[in-house]
């Protein structure tokens, strides 16, 4: 089955815990995000990556980095986790050539 | 990418049509209109995208006016598991190179028995 798979689906951490979130697809994608999604904001990009060894930031990037260093597997790591940072997260991938985004179905993270 | 307009919630009862409306009357030539949906806390499921003519897929239909300055999104018969926020994004199409989708707040459908 295509999907797109996050772990952990839930975590509760403490402030300053480097944490990392993974996201893998089944479906060759070269296109792969992240975002975020926070009450009254809806979703906000936080990275992207178009390819192997290609990202860039979205519009909301401080406080994460990503790496993309297989296709199908693009890790969002929160090296200094803060409060702000309290929030759901979704990972979604794309192939060249499409339009349907794939979502994966949502890591919910509180920092305390 | 163009701004969308959505009424912020709606209702529909089982079985009837959903009739879902987006304005997007600074769209341009180039942009697309994509519809996506979210059903509590998951992650966004694509259901149907267009340029100018009317497009069904097994999910929806999507009817773009002939101005484009506004569409439909059709639910034929809709069920319980359709109650979600419905989100409406017009963006230009995929070969421009950046591939961001931009939510804004959606129409939540509740579908009653």
């Known amino acids: 089955e295509a999907q797109v798979t996050q772990n952990p689906r839930y975590l509760i951490t403490v402030t300053g815990k480097k944490l990392t979130v993974t996201c893998s697809q089944n479906m060759n994608h070269e296109y792969m995000s992240w975002y975020r999604q926070d009450p009254g904001l809806g979703l906000r990009q936080i990275y992207y990556?178009?390819?192997?060894?290609?990202?860039d930031k979205g519009d909301v990037p401080e406080g994460y980095k990503v790496s993309r260093k297989e296709k199908r597997n693009f890790p969002l790591i929160l090296e200094s986790p803060s409060p702000n940072q309290t929030s759901l997260y979704f990972c979604?991938?794309?192939?060249?050539?499409?339009?349907?985004?794939?979502f994966g179905p949502g890591t919910r993270l509180l920092v305390l | 990418d163009a701004k969308t307009t959505q009424p912020p919630s709606m209702d529909c009862a089982e079985g009837r049509a959903a009739n879902l409306p987006c304005n997007h009357s600074?769209?341009?030539?180039?942009?697309?209109v994509y519809w996506y949906r979210q059903i509590h806390s998951q992650g966004p499921q694509y259901i149907i995208h267009g340029l100018k003519n009317n497009e069904t897929n097994e999910m929806a239909s999507l009817i773009i006016t002939e101005d484009r300055k506004s569409s439909t999104l059709i639910l034929p018969h809709a069920t319980l598991r359709d109650t979600a926020v419905y989100y409406c994004i017009v963006r230009s199409p995929m070969n421009t190179g950046f591939q961001k989708l931009v939510f804004g707040t959606g129409t939540r459908l509740l579908v009653s028995p």
């Open positions: 600074t769209i341009s030539g180039n942009e697309y």
């Open positions: 979604a991938s794309k192939g060249t050539g499409r339009e349907t985004q794939y």
């Open positions: 990556s178009m390819n192997v060894e290609v990202t």
